[in-house]
């Protein structure tokens, strides 16, 4: 059976203060407060900014021993890429990620592609040469587009033994199916809300501002139980971040698994 290990996308919220994380946290000690509720954390900031070794290495001490990382890859490596400039940046960011990796504590890169990164001939070519790159790094990807979601793709992926992230979203046309296809020993699972009215808005507070009822976190225990048959490790991680509501979803899906 596949060990699983839950956690949010994110930790290092301020309004999780006096829900999640006690009342006067200090922001310097969120990860810690975290690393004692999660076993594994997805890190969000390094899309944004590109990260350094010392700031990863510091991470590793400020979770403590047992905490495990999954890594979001650089907006130059999905969302804004210069097709001059992109093997550059993959050589920062794989010099950055070598604290982790040599601790044995990173279980993946998540390549997270936009709804407008197209199944084109280009942007095909464009994702083999990247993993190959990153060939010597657990790597995780996820398409926002349905059209990524063909046999061909399927198969690539496991080829190359790199998981295609299962999905949870709202179901709008052309967002990806809800899907458990396992194309990896290590599945990776995202949570992101069903938010329908506000997924195409421009307030990510809003777009994933939602609290799955226990039916629905009952739903996906079921599923997470039966890819447990084909993987040797599942990432689940809730991006419903707002108020809390992730780590509340995580904990609570922890609890149903372990009553099954």
């Known amino acids: 059976m596949a060990e699983i290990l839950i956690g949010t996308s994110g930790y290092s919220y301020h309004e999780w203060v006096g829900t999640v994380y006690p009342e006067g946290t200090k922001p310097g000690d969120y990860l810690s407060c975290y690393a004692g509720l999660f076993p594994t954390v997805e ?13 990863l290495a510091k991470m590793l001490v400020d979770g403590g021993q047992n905490l495990r990382f999954s890594i979001k ?11 001059s400039l992109w093997e550059g940046e993959a050589k920062t960011y794989l010099t950055a990620i070598e604290p ?16 407008s990164f197209k199944y084109e001939d280009e942007n095909r070519r464009y994702l083999d040469r990247l993993l190959k790159v990153f060939k010597d790094v657990p790597a ?19 080829s190359r033994n790199v998981p295609l992230v299962s999905l949870d979203m ?10 458990d296809v396992v194309t990896a020993p290590l599945a990776y699972i995202r949570l992101h809300g069903r938010n329908k009215e506000a997924w195409w ?5 809003a777009r994933y501002d939602y609290l799955y009822t226990d039916k629905e976190v009952e739903a996906w225990a079921d599923r997470i139980k039966r890819i447990t048959e084909q ?16 780590a ?13």
């Open 100 to 115: 982790m990796l040599g601790a044995g504590r990173l279980d993946a890169v998540l390549f997270q592609f936009p709804y």
């Open 73 to 83: 890859a650089h907006k130059t490596l999905t969302h804004e890429i210069n097709p």
């Open 201 to 205: 808005g421009k307030d990510d507070h």
């Open 231 to 246: 993987a040797k490790r599942i990432l689940v991680y809730f991006n419903n971040h707002p108020l809390g509501k992730a």
């Open 43 to 55: 890190l969000n900031f390094s899309y944004y900014t590109m990260p350094k070794p010392e700031n």
């Open 170 to 179: 709202p179901d709008l046309p052309k967002l990806p199916p809800t899907m």
């Open 140 to 158: 995780a990807v996820e398409f926002r587009k349905s059209d990524w979601y063909t046999g061909k793709v399927i198969d690539g992926m496991k």
């Open 248 to 260: 509340r979803n995580a904990i609570r899906l922890g609890q149903m698994l372990n009553n099954k």
